[in-house]
């Protein structure tokens, strides 16, 4: 069944210094997803990503989708202590599939 | 619009017992999926409702079920509980592609 892998499972970064997370799948995916769980939360939605090679910005944070859809990476710059939590991504083979999510990849971030 | 509710928060239960967790969608959503959050495995899938139809099923045994009302609100149960079925139960409504979880419910078997 399709799998969907996220690196590193950890991070301890300084406050200020860059972040990113890779997510990684064994089938091409119609879609990636990104979602953000606060210590104690639940996941929140952050974004979508359809189209291969896609490229989306919010602020701080800029989500890439592979040239061949079975890749994503999440990229946060400056770090703060308010981007602290656990990045999920998950993916949709095709239409009518379960939603697969990654490990998913926990940031910390020291002040 | 108000969120996904699940209830209840928190549960305690005995290793045997059984357990019934609910969750009301976002009006409006008639996908219901939930997923079973622990430390070691991250989100695992159980199963996806949609229109009261089962639509998806994850790897979990028989042990775990899930139906779907024709107001979309969904329950899960779990017979036999074991000490392993201690986790956070997520459940998600969507309309369309995306996923809106609610809060949780906090499973604890002893």
């Known amino acids: 069944g399709q799998q969907v892998m996220q690196i590193p499972q950890y991070q301890h970064v300084q406050e200020g210094e860059d972040f990113t997370t890779y997510c990684n799948s064994s089938t091409t995916l119609s879609n990636i997803q990104w979602y953000k769980q606060r210590p104690g939360g639940h996941p929140v939605f952050l974004i979508q990503?359809?189209?291969?090679?896609e490229v989306k910005k919010q602020k701080r944070l800029t989500f890439q989708f592979g040239e061949a859809k079975k890749n994503s990476s999440l990229h946060i710059t400056a770090t703060q202590t308010t981007d602290v939590g656990t990045y999920f991504c998950a993916g949709r083979g095709n239409a009518g599939n379960m939603l697969t999510f990654g490990g998913g990849t926990r940031l910390m971030v020291k002040p | 619009k108000a969120g996904v509710t699940q209830t209840p928060r928190y549960l305690i239960k005995t290793r045997g017992q059984q357990v019934t967790l609910s969750c009301s969608p976002i009006?409006?959503?008639?996908?219901v999926s939930w997923y079973q959050q622990t430390p070691g495995q991250g989100l695992q899938f159980l199963f996806e409702?949609?229109?009261?139809?089962?639509?998806n099923k994850g790897n979990f045994p028989g042990r775990f079920s899930g139906r779907q009302f024709s107001n979309s609100r969904s329950e899960m149960n779990v017979s036999t509980l074991e000490l392993g079925d201690s986790a956070l139960y997520l459940c998600?409504?969507?309309?369309?592609?995306?996923?809106?979880f609610g809060q949780g419910t906090r499973l604890t078997v002893v």
């Open positions: 409702y949609f229109s009261e139809t089962q639509r």
């Open positions: 998600a409504s969507s309309f369309g592609e995306l996923a809106f």
């Open positions: 009006s409006g959503h008639r996908s």
């Open positions: 990503l359809v189209k291969s090679g």
